[in-house]
C-alpha cells in the first residue's frame, strides 16, 4: 500500500486550521502541468486558459502569470480576467447563448476577439459595435463535420447548439463581410472536453487550415487568425491513458509547417481541465457510516455539489482512480484504496450530506472495513470543474475552503465564493 507522508502532512495542518471539506490546490503539480503542456506546444502556438474549469481568481492569475491567455464564456468571467489584470487583447469571448449586455461589455473593453456561433449572433455584434462606434474583432466558430469523435463530450459533427455548420460557415462569412462594424480575422472549433486520441485532430486541424485557405482565395480576406481547440483528456478512470501530448504538439507543428504560406499570426489552442485537475484534490471528513440492505455507506460532510463533474462521470463508469484516505488515529500517513480486493476491504459507497439519492461521491471504492467517524478521505483529480460546475448552494451548507498548497509548503485560504 503506498503511503505519502508530506500529502498527508500538509492534508493534517490544514485539517487542523480550516476543517473540512476542502479543496487544496498545489502550486507545484500546477506549475508541472502547465510546463508539460506548454513545452509540448509550438512555440508560436497560444494556450490560452478555459476560465471555466476553476474561475477561482488567485488560480486564474497564477496561470496568466505563466503565459496564458484567457477564454471567457460570460461577462462574469470577462469581468474576473480583467480584474486579476488581463489585459483585454488576450481574452477571447466564446460561447453560444452571449447576451447582448455581454457582447456589448466585451467590445466596450476591447476584447481580443469575439467568437460568433451565429449569423444571428453576428446581428446582435455588429448592432452593438455601430452603437458603440467601434469595429470589432470577429471569429467564427465551426461545427466541423467530422467522421472522428475524440471526446467523451462531444460538440462537433453532431447536432448541437454550438458553433455553425459548414454549410452555414459561408452565409456567416458573407454577412461579416457585409457590415462595417466586424472584422472578421479567423475562425474556430472546439470538439468537447476529454479527448483522449489524435484521430480527431488529424481530421479537425488540416480541416481548419483547409477552410481558412479557401476563404483566403475566395473572398481575399486577410485571415490572421486560427483557433484549433482543446478539450485535451485527463484520466480520471482506471485504464484511461494520458492525453498525447507531445504527439499532439508534433502533429501540430506539421500542419503549421505544411500551412506556413497562409502567414497566420495567432493560432492558438484552448484548455482548462488538462492545465487545472491534477492540482486539485478535495478533501472531506466521514460523519457517520452505515450498514443498509448489504452495503456499506460512508457519509461524509462534502457531496457531489463540490465536485460535480468528476462525481457524475465516477458513477456512471464505475472505474474512477483510487482515492486516497487517513485514517483519524493516523493522520501522518496517507494511504491508498487497493487495486484488488483484499482481506479487511469492503466495497463501500461514499456519499454526500445533500438529502438525495443522488448524492453519490463514489460508488464500490475498496476502504477497510474499519473505517470510521474522523477519517479523511481525500479524492485527487478535483482541480477542474469542481465547486463552480456545481449545485453548490443546494441545502445552504457551508461552502468548502479552497487552499493554495505553495511551492513552499505554505496553506493559503484563496477562499472567494
Ligand atoms: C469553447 C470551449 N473551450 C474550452 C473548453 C475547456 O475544455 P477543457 O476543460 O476540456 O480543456 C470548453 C469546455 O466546455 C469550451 O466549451
Known sequence: METNIREADTISEALKRFGTPLFLFSEKQ??????????????????????????????????????????????????????????ADQIVFTGPGKSREEIRACIDGDVFCINAESVQELTVIQEEAARLKKKVQVTLRINLKTTRQGSRMASVGIPTQFGIDEEQLEDAVKYALGHTQLKLIGLHTYQGTQNFHLDY???????????IRKLKDIYAIPLTTVGLGGGFGVPYFRGDDPFPIDEFGKLLSEEILKNEDLQLKHIFVESGRYITSRMGSYVTQVLYTKQSHGKKFVIVDGGTHHRA???????????????RYM?????????????????????????????????????SVLLPGNMTMGDTIVFPNSGAYGLSCGNMHFLSHTLPKELWVAQSGELHDISWL
Open 327 to 363: 485514517l483519524h488515529d493516523r493522520k501522518d500517513e496517507m494511504l491508498e484504496e487497493p487495486a484488488e480486493a483484499r482481506d479487511g476491504f469492503i466495497q463501500t459507497n461514499i456519499v454526500g450530506k445533500l438529502c438525495t439519492p443522488t448524492d453519490v461521491i463514489q460508488s
Open 30 to 87: 500546477l506549475e508541472e502541468d502547465y510546463v508539460r503542456i506548454r513545452s509540448a506546444l509550438p512555440q508560436q502556438v497560444g494556450l490560452y486558459y478555459s476560465m471555466k474549469a476553476n474561475p477561482n481568481p488567485y488560480i486564474c492569475k497564477a496561470i496568466h502569470r505563466l503565459g496564458s491567455p484567457i477564454e471567457v464564456a460570460s461577462i462574469g468571467e470577462y469581468h474576473r480576467a480583467v480584474s486579476i489584470g488581463v489585459p
Open 201 to 211: 485532430y488529424k481530421e479537425s486541424i488540416p480541416g481548419m487550415f483547409a477552410w
Open 309 to 323: 463533474f468528476s462525481s457524475v462521470m465516477g458513477r456512471s463508469f464505475k472505474a474512477p482512480l483510487p482515492i
